[in-house]
């Protein structure tokens, strides 16, 4: 790798600029340069922002680079910022000894974005967590069902509207 | 295509089929490990169909820790994989220490590596005692026990807690560790490896255990990989990554040790991997103890560690920053981090988002065995219902860590 820990490029240019020869970002230009949308890389990890509608083969495209260990899938809630939701999916390549993050940003009404579990099927319990706890829908997930709250349950608690004190 | 998308493309269980019966198995139930609940189809004694219900444990600590600073978060990692705490400690320690740019002196380094080492020993001992007492070896589990307790004693006189020790904290451990310390490790790990060897002669040669396991839950190396499962589990049916190896933290690139690898993928591999897994634990205990440097176990970064108490008493900035970091904790610079360890159970990994306040605004952990949940039914699919047992027994989960 070109740039050593200490540097921090901001911004898709700085990325596309610093670190030309990265394995995944390499991928992506060479599958659908206008899929990335925003890229960093600091604290010695590297961020591609993803166009939401693309991620499935976003995933495919960098499981096919050589990054072929899906490990985690969670989401963060910008409320009241738009758009509302991010979606991190880390991904650890087992040649390379690197891991990214895709990350994906998601509007927050009726959040929808396609399911990856046809490239990884380990995605299926964290993009059910994720459905439970945030409530963003996951299109063509075989499963999506409550994982953690019970089935009958109303809201999603990690959303940072769902009231923390008082009864409901 | 994915060689595991069977699990996807089962049919939902309805009990329409005649012959085949729906079981419940857990949440109480003494071989599920905690509160595991396994809805198992089964056509006469043959396992059709298994799906793992979770959630019973759920305490919502990645909503609490938003609420808490982020010194206040560490007793809470404590408890969710509660039976490998100073490895939790670590690698929250380890991602806030990236966010904030930490330096950590390199002793304190060591002497976690040490800790999450033994850490690595206790967690494999439980699941070694428990995985043959699920078998119906019953013996090896009082011998077991005994030596986990010592490692119990050793953590208590180091932390005051034998269980969720909150040891290591943000910036280095909690305080220095009592001046018995290294001979009682020392002492333990002198006469710990003839202890391997007497489970091993309990189990490995015993033909009932080698019978429960031998072939039973069988993982391929590309379903491992496609159904997230990691560390011994994964190594166990043949891929070769360790992160401690390949993806060094803490200091682990100054150790020496070997990754055992088995290709045959079955209960009776990640047997004899994590057997070999707490000799190479030894061995790095032994290489931590005498390379063990002499400095300081905190970080100089007063507005972030606590200070001594006996600072604290005599100097008024200590007293200050003491007060300071108490009651406003200490702002971190906005970011994402992702930092991953090898756990005694595969690869965790906390994600934590700050805003560039004193709490974080999102705390996610990655933790190994929910991944490794979703393989039980690849494994255990057209096998015997006691297989299910071992195959449960086998992975090592906890269900703490699963649920949340």
Redo the contacts between chains.
């Keep these: 790798m070109s740039a050593s820990v200490k540097d921090n490029l901001i911004g898709k240019a700085a990325v596309l600029e610093g670190l030309p020869e990265h394995p995944a970002v390499r991928a992506i230009l060479a599958w659908k340069p206008e899929a990335l949308e925003d890229a960093k890389f600091?604290?010695?990890?590297l961020?591609l922002t993803i166009a939401s509608d693309k991620i499935r083969s976003a995933a495919a495209t960098v499981q096919a680079a050589g990054y072929?260990?899906?490990?985690?899938v969670?989401a963060?809630?910008w409320f009241p910022s738009s758009p509302r939701f991010q979606l991190?999916y880390?991904i650890?390549s087992?040649p390379y000894?690197?891991?990214i993050?895709l990350r994906v940003l998601v509007d927050g009404e009726a959040p929808s974005v396609e399911s990856i579990?046809?490239?990884?099927?380990?995605?299926?319990?964290?993009e059910r967590e994720v459905f439970d706890?945030f409530g963003i829908r996951f299109e063509g997930h075989?499963?999506l069902r409550?994982?953690?709250?019970?089935d009958e349950w109303q809201g999603h608690?990690?959303r940072k509207d769902y009231p923390?004190e008082g009864y409901r | 295509m994915n060689p595991a998308n069977t699990i996807l493309e089962a049919p939902a269980a309805t009990g329409s089929h005649d012959q085949h019966m729906i079981l419940n198995m857990g949440p109480q139930h003494p071989a599920m490990h905690g509160v595991l609940r396994l809805v198992v189809e089964i056509d006469g004694e043959i396992v059709v169909r298994l799906q793992p219900e979770i959630g019973y444990l759920h305490t919502g600590i990645e909503k609490t820790c938003e609420a808490k600073f982020y010194h206040q978060i560490v007793p809470l990692t404590d408890r969710l994989d509660y039976l490998s705490p100073m490895a939790n400690n670590l690698c929250y320690c380890l991602a806030v220490e990236k966010l904030l740019g930490l330096e950590i002196p390199e002793k304190a380094q060591w002497l976690r590596v040490l800790l999450a080492e033994l850490t690595r020993l206790n967690s494999h001992l439980i699941w070694l005692g428990t995985h043959a007492m699920d078998i119906g070896a019953l013996t090896v589990f009082l011998y077991t026990f005994r030596e986990r307790e010592e490692i119990l004693r050793i953590f208590e006189g180091l932390s005051g807690q034998r269980m969720m020790t909150s040891y290591i904290r943000i910036g280095g451990l909690a305080m220095e560790p009592p001046l018995d310390f290294f001979d009682r490790v020392q002492g333990f790990i002198r006469t710990f490896p003839e202890k391997i060897d007497e489970y091993s002669n309990l189990l490995t040669g015993n033909p009932i255990f080698r019978n429960r396991l031998k072939g039973v839950g069988i993982l391929s190396a590309a379903d491992a990989i496609a159904l997230g499962v990691t560390g011994p589990n994964m190594r166990g049916s043949g891929v070769d990554f360790d992160l401690r190896r390949d993806m060094p933290y803490s200091g682990y690139e100054k150790f020496q040790f070997k990754v055992p690898i088995a290709t045959e993928g079955d209960c009776w591999a990640r047997y004899l991997i994590r057997l070999i897994e707490m000799r190479e634990s030894v061995k790095m205990i032994q290489q931590a103890l005498d390379g063990m440097p002499e400095g300081l176990i905190k970080a100089d970064a007063p507005k972030i560690v606590l200070p001594d108490r006996e600072k604290m008493k005599t100097q008024m900035e200590a007293l200050i920053h003491h007060f300071k970091i108490v009651t406003e904790g200490f702002a971190v610079p906005a970011g994402e981090v992702y930092q991953g360890i090898e756990s005694p159970r595969g690869q965790m990994g906390y994600y934590i988002v700050s805003d560039g306040t004193a709490k974080p605004y999102r705390v996610h952990f990655r933790n190994p065995s929910f991944a490794t949940l979703q393989a039980i039914e690849t494994m255990c699919k057209g096998r015997m219902l006691a297989d299910v047992i071992a195959v449960v027994g086998s992975i090592d989960i906890v269900l703490g860590e699963i649920d949340r």
């Design positions: 600091d604290h010695g990890e961020t072929n260990f899906f490990e985690d969670t963060v809630d991190s880390h650890v087992h000894k690197e891991r993050r579990t046809s490239v990884w099927p380990s995605a299926n319990f964290y706890l075989p499963d409550r994982i953690m709250m019970p608690p990690l923390v």
